[in-house]
């Protein structure tokens, strides 16, 4: 298992609600597969967006991650906390960005120690176009998904 996998997986295990005691009915598991199979849809989508304005689907998540961080800039251990990977995971993460030319290591200008990650212009222009898409599909979207959450006991 990897230490993405892992992290996912402790995830997991650490959300476990107690069961309520009524049983699980018939269009439960029918909503929730219909559920997981929407977002599967979306996912692929999105990973298919990526690729086709060249980027991993992990350097799309990672440049959107930034973005919505804020203006303050995000540190690599933010980043990790973001994607549910391992600290150094996110750092090899951030040198293959650096390398694409997404990314700049910039010191804070709050505290001079601390490391933040600037989107540069080039992935600044990626990120709005892969955002508009991926906007303009959850919209499309959307009356499904709240359907099958409406659905849900």
């Known amino acids: 298992m990897s230490d993405d996998e892992r992290t996912a997986a402790e995830l997991a295990a650490g959300s476990r609600m107690d ?5 699980i009915r018939s269009s439960d598991y029918q909503a929730l597969a219909e559920f997981r199979h929407t977002l599967r849809r979306f996912l692929a989508f999105s990973e298919a967006a990526a690729r086709n304005s060249g980027l991993t689907p ?3 998540q990672a440049i959107l991650a930034i973005k919505g961080h804020g203006d303050g800039g995000m540190s690599i251990g933010d980043l990790a906390d973001k994607l549910l990977v ?3 995971s996110a750092g090899e993460l951030v040198d293959r960005l650096v ?3 997404l990314v700049i290591r910039q ?4 505290d001079r120690r601390r490391v933040v990650l600037v989107l540069t212009p080039q992935a600044e222009a990626v990120l709005e176009d892969l955002s508009a898409v991926h906007l303009d599909e959850l919209r499309k979207t959307k009356p499904l998904l709240l359907a099958l959450l409406n659905a849900l006991p």
């Open 58 to 60: 992990q350097q799309h």
């Open 99 to 101: 390398k694409a030319d």
């Open 86 to 88: 391992r600290h150094h």
């Open 19 to 23: 069961r309520v005691n009524s049983p």
């Open 107 to 110: 010191e804070s200008a709050d």
